[in-house]
């Protein structure tokens, strides 16, 4: 009877072990996906400030490079050359400090295998910048063609902060995020329009070709800004707005011009001149880059909140389900050494 009671017992431990081991899988799930939605919402604010802040402010170089570029094609004289050569020192400059951003730990440790895709494209694609330089002062391109090139580089970095904004754990944060990058589109095409108008005035031409490209901008810019209004929440479109107040007059005249140009207005009648219109487009610019930073200060403001809120769930989570072990534990072993001992009371009778 010894050994068959000793088989009785291991039979009773190892049926009270199944539910306890399938417990404590449960809580290893549970406690795993709550962390990993915590270190997810946490990536969100070190990718903004290692990565998107150094990227956003380095595309200001190459945008600003661009328009010199394009205009001194229009028309290549050797004040505008000096102004281009100003442009690309100054991208020079700047670009130490945005490689080291994008090679630092903050960036290299927080994206996934796509942004650091992503991030490696638009460091690469630097090396294509002395090229694009010397056909720009051989005039080798036409100014579509340097508009379309610089613009590759910027487009790259618009599609880094989408899969960085895709990597993130979804939630209201992210939708805004999308919003967001709405507006940093629209900010992309009118910096396009600006080259490219400032180009046309600095000519006194506008060719057929040069205004359906002009015409696909405004209107790309104007369904950007439309998707944003319609996805910004009313707290972060009120945050844009207020940086846009100033410049709101400016929104107008921009509407007036584009449409005249859409209406093929000849260059000598739009209702702007270069110097005006290089003042409208760089306000509406700066305008629009201030609102965009308002709104993803208020995004990373609630990145904290739901990280915060993320851990104190972990926190809570994990101490639940601890509890609930050392409860089962307790119990399962009471009820198993309660059987065993009723067992015994019965080998003893026999």
Known sequence: MGSRGRSIRLRIYFLVAIPLVALVGLLAYVAGTTINNAISLDRAPNLVNATAVPAAKFGTYLQAERAAAVVYLFQPTAANLAVYEAATAATDRAEPAFIAAMNSQGTMGTENSEGTKAVGSLVSGLSQLPTLRNAVKARAL??????????????????????????????????????????????????????????????????????????????????????????????????????????????????????????????????????????????????????????????????????????????VTGGIALLGLLITVLFSTLVARGIIRRLRGLEQKK
């Open 142 to 315: 036409s100014p579509l063609d340097a508009l379309g090139a610089y613009s590759q580089g910027i487009t790259t970095q618009i599609k880094l902060f989408l899969s960085q904004t895709e990597s993130v754990t979804l939630n209201d944060q992210q939708i805004q995020a999308v919003g967001l990058i709405a507006t940093v589109q629209a900010r992309e095409q009118l910096s396009q329009e600006d080259a490219l108008l400032s180009g046309m005035l600095a000519a006194k031409r506008i060719t057929a070709k040069n205004r359906i490209a002009f015409n696909d901008l405004a209107a790309t810019r104007q369904a950007d800004m439309a998707y944003a209004d319609y996805i910004l929440s009313p707290a972060n479109l009120v945050l844009f707005n207020a940086a846009m107040t100033g410049s709101g007059p400016m929104q107008q005249d921009l509407t007036g011009i584009e449409q005249a140009i859409a209406a093929g207005t000849p260059v000598a009648k739009l209702p702007v001149t270069q110097d005006q219109w290089q003042h409208l487009a760089g306000t509406l610019l700066q305008d629009d880059y201030k609102g965009g930073v308002a709104v993803a200060n208020a995004i990373l403001a609630g990145d904290h909140r739901d990280s915060h809120s993320a851990w104190v769930r972990v926190a």
